[in-house]
Nanobody, 126 residues
Framework: QVQLVESGGGLVQAGGSLRVSCEVS????????MAWFRQVPGSEREFVGA????????VYADSVKGRFTISRDNAKNTVDLQMHSLKPEDTAVYYC???????????????????WGQGTQVTVSS
C-alpha cells in the first residue's frame, strides 16, 4: 500500500516563503512521476508542478513559475515544494500525487495520478 503524507503547511504573510514536504511509504518513489496540486473550496484541484522520476524535468503552472520549486530525494522517498513570494491567492490545500509510467505529459490531469496524500493547508495572509 502506497501512502503519501504531506507536512509543512501553515500560515505565512504575503511575500514570505514556505516549504511543504511529501513523504512516501510502501514503495520507492523512484519509479513515480511526482506532482503537487492545490485546491480551494468550491474549485477543482489545480496543477501546481511536477517532477520526473530522475528529476531531469520539471514543469510548473504559469501562476507559480519562478516562485515555486519542486525537488525530490529518491533515497529518502520525499518530494518537496519550496514556495517563495507567496500571495494570498496561493492559499489552498496542497496535495502531493504520484503517477506510474514514464510519460511526461498531461501532467494536469487529476485522474492520471495513482496515489494522493491527504493534503496540507497553506494560508497566505495579506
Amino acid at each position: 500500500q502506497v501512502q503519501l503524507v504531506e507536512s509543512g503547511g501553515g500560515l505565512v504573510q504575503a511575500g514570505g516563503s514556505l516549504r511543504v514536504s511529501c513523504e512516501v511509504s510502501g514503495r520507492t518513489i523512484g519509479t513515480y512521476l511526482m506532482a503537487w496540486f492545490r485546491q480551494v473550496p468550491g474549485s477543482e484541484r489545480e496543477f501546481v508542478g511536477a517532477i520526473s522520476q530522475s528529476a531531469d524535468k520539471t514543469v510548473y503552472a504559469d501562476s507559480v513559475k519562478g516562485r515555486f520549486t519542486i525537488s525530490r530525494d529518491n533515497a529518502k522517498n520525499t518530494v518537496d515544494l519550496q514556495m517563495h513570494s507567496l500571495k494570498p491567492e496561493d492559499t489552498a490545500v496542497y496535495y502531493c500525487a504520484a503517477r506510474a509510467g514514464l510519460y511526461f505529459g498531461n501532467l494536469d490531469l487529476v485522474p492520471l495520478y495513482n496515489y494522493w496524500g491527504q493534503g496540507t493547508q497553506v494560508t497566505v495572509s495579506s
